[in-house]
């Protein structure tokens, strides 16, 4: 295995743990969702999402990440906001 390969192998691994995480996030995104269905909450809580942004984006370690750390947050809370949703749309 050359270097090029070894690394890829490395990034495949985190990759898979990732997914893991992204599937038990979105998981309790779905929860949260029926919650609140059921109890008459809208779905975008604005103040949540930044506070949850900016937490991503200060706990970088290294400053240079911060940006792209701040930006994988954002994508994050939209894909689980669409997720709920898609799924409250499902059970109206
Ligand atoms: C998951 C929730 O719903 C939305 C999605 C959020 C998220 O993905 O972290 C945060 C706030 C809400 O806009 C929530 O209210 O906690």
Redesign the pocket.
């Known amino acids: 295995m050359n270097q090029l390969q070894a690394y890829r192998k490395e990034i495949d691994a985190i990759d898979e743990q990732l997914i893991h995480l992204f599937n038990e ?1 979105m998981d ?2 779905r929860s ?2 029926l919650f ?1 269905l059921k109890n008459d ?6 103040k ?2 930044q506070d ?1 942004i900016r937490k991503a984006r200060d706990q970088s370690a290294r400053a240079e990440l911060r940006p792209y750390q701040e930006s994988l947050f954002k994508h ?6 669409d997720y ?1 949703k898609l799924l409250i749309n499902k059970c109206k």
Not at 41 to 46: E, F, S, T
Not at 76 to 81: G, I, P
Request: charged share 30%; glycine share 4%; hydrophobic share 45%.
């Open positions: 996030r309790i995104a949260i969702a609140k909450h809208k779905i975008l809580d604005g949540r999402e949850i994050l809370v939209t894909l689980s906001r709920q």
